[in-house]
């Protein structure tokens, strides 16, 4: 087996500083990340590839805050509704169905 791996040079020369980087938030559109009031986690395309994400269950892994189990959302004991408190892309989905990792690449 051979491992090879970039220089620090060649991989900061790639990268998109953070400052810069975009991401589609809902009602808010299209923002740089540091301007957001909450913390946005994401999964690189290559991540999701590498890892043969199948479906958004299997990123849910990758994402240390965030859990879905096919089940209600739930805070300290109190249920959400399985519509209302799940959206993707600002639109109102049903939380406990199984969506397709492909859904939701930014290619």
């Known amino acids: 087996m051979v491992v090879t791996a970039a220089t620090p040079t060649e991989t900061l020369d790639n990268a998109t500083p953070a400052a810069e980087q975009q991401a589609t938030l809902g009602s808010l559109g299209k923002r740089r990340l540091i301007d957001v009031p ?14 043969q ?3 958004v269950k299997d990123i849910y892994r990758y ?3 965030v859990q879905g189990d096919g089940v209600r959302p739930q805070t300290r004991g109190m ?11 600002g639109l109102n989905v049903v939380s406990t169905t199984e969506y397709p990792a492909e859904q939701f690449s930014a290619r």
């Open 38 to 51: 909450w913390s946005v986690q994401t999964l690189s395309d290559s991540l999701t590839r590498q890892v």
């Open 53 to 55: 994400a199948g479906s």
């Open 63 to 65: 994402l240390p805050s």
């Open 79 to 89: 249920q959400g509704s399985v519509v209302q408190n799940s959206t993707i892309d």
